[in-house]
């Protein structure tokens, strides 16, 4: 199956500066996830990044914060715009596991993110 | 987005016994099911799929789905401390394209 790259898995970061986070697959995928996992709480979907395209965004995520760049099948990233503590989370890249049959989707190892 | 509910526990159960996950959803068009196990400060990683009516068997895990309740549930038999985890229900559309989670069960195995 896919094996992702997530950096980086922790940072803590000021409030009003940006955090890109990146994502590296080992195999050409044709769509990548990022999700938000946010203290105690399960995953929400933020957006759906295809290579050569803008992303899709999902209600209540907008681009002008969180933008998303997909420069080739293996690789994406996810900026967190003018952070505040709200933002506070743990950030997630998926891709399709690769495998025959399809058997689900693998995350990457998450990035810790703490806004002070 | 789509609901996915769970109980949230923590659910425990002691060691050698079943422990039974459930779970429903709202959208009456998800086709395919999954169970994840996340662990404390770790990413989700796949257990089990199930996108047919009825029970899928994989070692100790058993996935039971029954598309005319919008229930899907996950049995762990012989539960060990080590299944100590959240584990998250995911819900996706025919398209494969996006998944819906529950906000997981905390289960917590007693030796």
């Known amino acids: 199956s896919a094996v992702i790259s997530q950096k980086p898995s922790r940072d803590i970061c000021q409030r009003g500066t940006s955090l890109t986070i990146q994502c590296q697959v080992d195999s050409q995928v044709t769509m990548m996830f990022w999700y938000r996992q946010q203290p105690g709480q399960s995953l929400t979907l933020i957006a759906t990044?295809?290579?050569?395209?803008?992303?899709?965004?999902e209600s209540g995520f907008v681009i002008d914060k969180f933008p998303i760049s997909r420069p080739n099948l293996t690789f994406s990233t996810l900026t967190v715009s003018n952070m505040s503590p709200e933002d506070s989370s743990i950030y997630l890249c998926?891709?399709?596991?690769?495998?025959?049959?399809?058997?689900?989707?693998?995350f990457g190892s998450g990035t810790r993110l703490t806004v002070v | 987005q789509k609901e996915v509910e769970q109980n949230s526990g923590p659910l425990s159960v002691p060691e050698g016994a079943i422990a039974s996950l459930n779970c429903t959803y709202s959208?009456?068009?998800?086709?395919?099911f999954f169970w994840y196990r996340q662990y404390s400060g770790k990413s989700p990683e796949l257990i089990m799929f199930?996108?047919?009516?009825g029970d899928k068997e994989d070692g100790r895990f058993t996935a039971q789905l029954n598309k005319a309740s919008q229930y899907v549930s996950l049995l762990i038999r012989d539960s060990q401390p080590s299944d100590s985890a959240t584990y998250l229900c995911a819900v996706n559309e025919d398209n494969f394209n996006k998944f819906y989670f529950g906000s997981g069960t905390k289960l917590n195995v007693k030796p």
């Open positions: 998926s891709v399709d596991g690769q495998s025959e049959p399809f058997y689900g989707y693998t």
């Open positions: 199930i996108y047919s009516n």
């Open positions: 959208d009456r068009g998800s086709q395919s």
């Open positions: 990044a295809n290579q050569g395209s803008e992303a899709t965004y």
